[in-house]
């Protein structure tokens, strides 16, 4: 493969990988780095274009990162976009002004009136929707420069020869509904060529692997799903009978999900699986934990001791994971991003090393690799389910093996509902919660003092942003009707909040 075309300097935002995403889905291989990392970058290396992403930062306070050492400003080795705080940090280094005016803040869906005569948004609506979250704006332009892009302010620049620009706005977003274009737009300002593919990936993965693991053994925490049984199927045929595949039976598990996992097992090709029983362990250790953050700490602590015990028992010297970025993302560890979650396989502090082979890709890539190699649509079709399972399904109230089963048994009658209705491949993810609300009922003309359950379903392409589904009448009567008919149920809420505000999964 050839040389890396595109260098994305990370300053902390959320949305940094999808950058990277869109510019994979747009057939394009690119590098993210932190800005002193991409200063030395650069001195090696001549990319066609670099982005500058977006941050929870401000360019004027203490604490901002600055642009990289020795990028080219005027844009006569590469093209330079920047995106939200990176549009101001340009703006700001290059002599402009950049500020915090009440009626230029922008947080969620806007819409932007763009000049569609500049190159940057050929063939883009005139007014466009898009996704934009910042507090400060481009006040006042760098000599040179002029606005291509309006919304509540300045919401697009240009260089006068049109190799350095800025948007204030996501285009990598979902919700900027033309942002791949406007991406590609710059690409081919950038005089790009495709060089992506899913299986170019496949090979570079089992490389990378091949080189850092030698003839060691390695474990891979297996769940079934596709972002574990897809890793399975890439190191199979390089690691053989070195990969040891270990799933945990936590007590937190979906109905049928034991045979769901030895069925892709096979369909990966694993020679090797291990199922360690452990339900008592993880109730044991979480059943007084309300707080989802704790409740996620307190999985992980039995999730390690469980993988050290099959480390020594292995002597594995490796243990990979199926770890996305979106995890990495939510956990904090990319740039500087806010940490939102804790996930019970990221940072750990492992005695041997971890290797995270998925860590730049999102949930979508890893189904197309799935595809790719030929795994079964049970595999790639299927809903992400989260490494804790039910016990972050069992919300506000403590945990018990009872409450754990109430909630199995609904989502199963959940699930039988929609897949009757042809709903579920409508659907990206399906959560079914108990909640920590009791209330009051009336069962046979008798009171009764009973459970609340939550049904969220949600849309989305990469995780980072999701809608919430609507249910028709008939569908959402049938599932109350449905689940009301177990004694400790008595209500049931629909939730169709969009992440942000909320995250996907309630805790």
Not at 120 to 141: C, E, I, M
Not at 149 to 160: D, E, L, N, P, V
Request: proline share 4%.
């Amino acid at each position: 493969m050839g040389k890396i075309q595109v260098l994305i300097v990370d300053y902390g935002s959320q949305y940094t990988l999808v950058i990277g995403r869109t510019l994979r889905e747009l057939g394009v291989r690119s590098v993210i780095l932190p800005p002193g990392k991409a200063g030395k970058w650069l001195k090696k290396n001549n990319p066609k274009a670099v982005i500058l992403s977006g941050s929870n930062l401000f360019v004027d306070r203490q604490g901002a990162l600055l642009l990289p050492l020795g990028l080219d400003k005027k844009g006569k080795k590469y093209s330079v976009l920047g995106i939200c705080y990176g549009m101001q940090l340009l703006a700001y280094e290059l002599g402009g002004k950049v500020g915090g005016r009440v009626e230029h803040r922008e947080y969620g869906p806007a819409i932007a009136e763009v000049n569609t005569k500049h190159p940057l948004f050929n063939n883009v609506s005139k007014r466009t929707k898009v996704w934009a979250s910042h507090g400060d704006t481009v006040t006042k332009l760098p000599k040179g420069y002029h606005a291509i892009a309006r919304s509540a302010g300045i919401a697009g620049m240009a260089s006068k020869n049109d190799r350095v620009l800025g948007i204030q706005f996501h285009p990598e977003v979902h919700d900027t509904k033309e942002g791949k274009k406007i991406l590609k737009n710059f690409l081919r300002m950038a005089g790009y060529k495709r060089d992506w593919e899913p299986l170019d990936l496949v090979k570079e993965i089992q490389k990378e692997v091949r080189e850092i693991v030698k003839q060691n053994k390695v474990i891979l925490g297996f769940s079934g799903g596709v972002d574990s049984t897809t890793l399975a199927r890439i190191l199979a045929p390089v690691l053989k009978n070195r990969l040891i595949c270990v799933a945990i039976d936590t007590g937190g598990i979906r109905e049928g999900e034991l045979e769901e996992i030895r069925r892709n097992a096979r369909s990966a090709r694993v020679k090797k699986l291990i199922v360690v029983r452990a339900e008592k362990e993880f109730i044991r250790n979480i059943k007084k934990a309300i707080d989802g953050e704790e409740k996620r700490k307190k999985f992980r602590e039995v999730y390690r001791k469980i993988f050290e015990r099959e480390i020594k028992k292995y002597k594995a010297k490796f243990i990979a994971q199926g770890t996305l970025a979106t995890d990495i993302i939510e956990s904090g560890r990319v740039g500087k991003s806010a940490m939102i979650k804790t996930h019970h396989n990221v940072g750990l502090p492992w005695k041997i090393t971890d290797i995270h082979p998925f860590r730049n890709l999102f949930k979508y890539e890893v189904r197309e690799l799935a595809k790719a190699l030929k795994l079964p649509p049970a595999v790639y079709s299927r809903q992400p389910f989260p490494g804790p399972g039910l016990y972050l399904r069992v919300v506000g109230t403590p945990v018990s093996k009872e409450k754990l089963q109430l909630v199995r048994e609904a989502d199963n009658t959940v699930r039988e509902i929609l897949e009757k209705h042809n709903l579920i491949r409508e659907i990206s993810q399906l959560i079914v919660a108990l909640l920590g609300i009791n209330s009051v009922g009336v069962k046979g003309d008798e009171r009764v003092y009973g459970h609340s359950l939550a049904i969220r379903a949600v849309q989305t392409s990469d995780f980072m942003t999701v809608s919430g589904y609507h249910f028709s009448d008939e569908v959402v009567d049938e599932i109350t009707s449905a689940l009301t008919k177990h004694k400790g149920i008595v209500r049931v809420f629909f939730d169709m909040t969009p992440k942000p505000p909320a995250t996907t999964e309630f805790e």
